[in-house]
């Protein structure tokens, strides 16, 4: 029975991604606890977002001139905490997918670098034979030549 390469690293990968949630979720707490992580890392992303969405609500409404009031900093604390933590969780995704793209392309490489090694050493054989061949092919011409030009016997 022919078993194939464990996939060690898809399993690393996807042990990586299931290790992310948590982790989102201990910086989400952490940045609600903390009053510099709030204001400065939380609020203006959550505010950027809820304008951009609401402003798009309003357009598909056909809202046009409507100001858009800005969220309450509880709220907006805890949408930038949810943005965080779904950024988080995408970019370790996206990280992990890089890696993953990075090792089939090089597995490819050397499948086909293998397999250029392979195909120039045929070429080198096929060459080394053709000339043997050439060279057998001479001699035989030469002893073929050497035959003919011996005097033949006559009967008596």
């Known amino acids: 029975m022919v078993v194939g390469a464990f996939p ?12 992310s949630k948590p982790v989102a979720n ?11 992580f709030k204001n ?9 977002y809820h304008w951009i969405e609401m402003r798009a609500k309003m357009r598909v ?3 046009r001139g409507s100001t858009i009031k800005p969220l309450n ?18 970019l370790i995704g996206g990280g992990c997918m890089v890696l993953e793209y990075s090792r089939q392309a090089s597995n490819s490489r ?15 054989e096929i060459a080394e034979l053709t000339l043997t061949t050439e060279t057998l092919d001479a001699r035989l011409k ?3 030549r050497l ?3 011996f005097p033949t016997p006559t009967k008596k």
């Not at 399993?11 to 990586?16: I, R």
């Not at 201990?26 to 510099?36: L, P, Q, T, Y």
């Open 8 to 19: 060690i690293a898809k399993l690393l990968y996807l042990g990586v991604r299931q290790m």
């Open 147 to 149: 035959l003919l030009s």
């Open 110 to 124: 050397r499948k086909e670098e293998e397999l250029n090694e392979t195909i120039t050493g045929l070429q080198t």
């Open 61 to 63: 409404m056909g809202f």
């Open 40 to 48: 400065y890392i939380c609020l203006p992303p959550a505010q950027l």
């Open 142 to 144: 030469e002893v073929n």
């Open 73 to 90: 900093e509880d709220a907006a604390a805890e949408l930038g905490a949810e943005l965080l933590g779904e950024a988080i969780i995408f």
């Open 26 to 36: 201990r910086i989400k707490e952490g940045a609600r606890r903390s009053e510099f």
